[in-house]
């Protein structure tokens, strides 16, 4: 009887692991200009849940983001300027491919590749040195 509770009890706790996809991206971008050197990086993590019908992204920023001039979030039919503010920002959008556009004083514009899933949750960060 032990051994088939446990059984059952690990099953549960597989199917909840199950239910739930870990996904990470990472970018760095660093150059030196007039002896000064410029990093910023992003990295996202998250995971796909069965609880959110529309994905989710939390952007948050970090470390000296006066360099940062604009920042944008891009998809097919979508452009949408977004405050450079530390803390979090709350962007909810139909599943498909963005791109995060970041443009820096020093390290002009980059992009960052976003993929999101219906149910995805994830989390975003921005920091500029």
Known sequence: M???????????VSATVSA??????????????DGITYEMEASMTGVST??????????NFAGDTKALTKVAFK?????VTIPVVKG???????????KL???????????????LKKNDYKEIVL???
């Open 2 to 12: 032990k051994k088939l509770i446990i059984a059952i009890l690990l099953l549960a």
């Open 50 to 59: 069965k609880n959110v019908e529309k994905p989710h992204i939390t952007l």
């Open 20 to 33: 739930q996809e870990k996904t990470k991206s990472h970018s760095k971008w660093k150059e030196t200009k």
């Open 101 to 115: 556009k970041l443009t820096h004083e020093k390290l002009g514009e980059q992009d960052f590749d976003i993929e």
């Open 75 to 79: 998809g097919e039919e979508l452009y």
């Open 127 to 129: 920091k500029v040195k």
């Open 88 to 98: 979090g920002q709350n962007i909810n959008v139909a599943p498909g491919f963005y």
